[in-house]
């Protein structure tokens, strides 16, 4: 490795190639954590690859200190978001810089994260919690009505987010997205964020529907510096 090059752990159910080539540009060196399903990748970048069990998150913090043991890790890179909470839990094990847990844990929390924004008087749409699965509209007929958004406190990437126009359609809604939670059953290859579903104490809710433009906001963070990129969709 060069003077400027340092060593990233990398958690990630499905790094591209690409992930790989930015990260280790400078020659630094990557230790990646993959799951089980997951053959290993060749890259130049690549100091060590571990197999593990994705939804034993305390497995996979064992095996981040033994590669910290064997060679000092620089930084532990938040990419995928199943593992956001275990990154910032292994940083603070390694006593590395990054976000807090609970900070990480508001960001795969919708429900949490939804609550703190009302608090701070910040602009969000109706939201309840839905307790009947099998009585979806017990919960949210008399407060949102339809149209309804429904979602997994913790799904990624937008993944089945729902729009619900009745009760009918909110049923499926509701039964489809109770299907994706702690399903061992499924394969790796049928859906690769399976690891990530129902780590939060609660499961699903339902959000009013906002009608008008889409806004989505980066940011840059260096130090103290931060620099929002806002781009409309």
Same mark, same amino acid.
């Given at each position: 490795?060069?003077?400027?090059?340092?060593?990233?752990?990398?958690?990630?159910?499905?790094?591209?190639?690409?992930?790989?080539?930015?990260?280790?540009?400078?020659?630094?060196?990557?230790?990646?954590?993959?799951?089980?399903?997951?053959?290993?990748?060749?890259?130049?970048?690549?100091?060590?690859?571990?197999?593990?069990? @994705?939804?034993?998150?305390?497995?996979? &913090?064992?095996?981040?200190?033994?590669?910290?043991?064997?060679?000092?890790?620089?930084?532990?890179?938040? #990419?995928?978001?199943?593992?956001?909470?275990?990154?910032?839990?292994?940083?603070?094990?390694?006593? &590395?810089?990054?976000?807090?847990?609970?900070?990480?844990?508001?960001?795969?929390?919708?429900?949490?994260? *939804?609550?703190?924004?009302?608090?701070?008087?910040?602009?969000?749409?109706? *939201?309840?919690?839905?307790?009947?699965?099998?009585?979806?509209?017990?919960?949210?007929?008399?407060?949102?009505?339809?149209?309804? #958004?429904?979602?997994?406190?913790?799904?990624?990437?937008?993944?089945?987010?729902?729009?619900?126009?009745?009760?009918?359609? &909110?049923?499926?809604?509701? *039964?489809?997205?109770?299907?994706?939670?702690?399903?061992?059953?499924?394969?790796?290859?049928?859906?690769?964020?399976? @690891?990530?579903?129902?780590?939060?104490?609660?499961?699903?809710?339902?959000?009013? @529907?906002?009608?008008?433009?889409?806004?989505?906001?980066?940011?840059?963070?260096?130090?103290?510096?931060?620099?929002?990129?806002?781009?409309?969709?």
């Amino acid at each position: 490795m060069s003077t400027n090059s340092i060593h990233v752990l990398l958690i990630h159910a499905y790094p591209s190639l690409y992930l790989l080539d930015e990260l280790g540009k400078d020659g630094s060196a990557i230790s990646l954590i993959l799951p089980n399903e997951v053959r290993d990748i060749s890259h130049i970048a690549i100091k060590n690859i571990v197999h593990c069990d @994705f939804s034993r998150s305390g497995l996979i &913090l064992e095996h981040a200190i033994k590669i910290h043991e064997l060679e000092p890790i620089d930084s532990v890179v938040p #990419i995928y978001e199943g593992a956001t909470v275990l990154c910032a839990k292994v940083a603070q094990c390694l006593s &590395l810089s990054g976000m807090s847990i609970e900070t990480a844990m508001l960001g795969r929390d919708k429900l949490a994260a *939804t609550r703190k924004w009302e608090q701070d008087k910040l602009p969000t749409p109706l *939201t309840v919690v839905i307790k009947n699965i099998s009585s979806p509209w017990l919960d949210t007929e008399a407060s949102i009505g339809y149209p309804v #958004i429904i979602k997994l406190v913790d799904s990624m990437n937008s993944q089945d987010v729902i729009k619900a126009n009745n009760r009918q359609e &909110l049923n499926t809604a509701v *039964t489809s997205l109770s299907k994706m939670i702690g399903n061992k059953e499924s394969s790796y290859s049928e859906d690769r964020n399976k @690891f990530a579903y129902g780590q939060t104490p609660k499961v699903l809710i339902a959000q009013e @529907f906002c009608s008008g433009e889409e806004v989505g906001v980066d940011t840059v963070s260096y130090t103290h510096l931060t620099l929002p990129t806002i781009y409309s969709v």
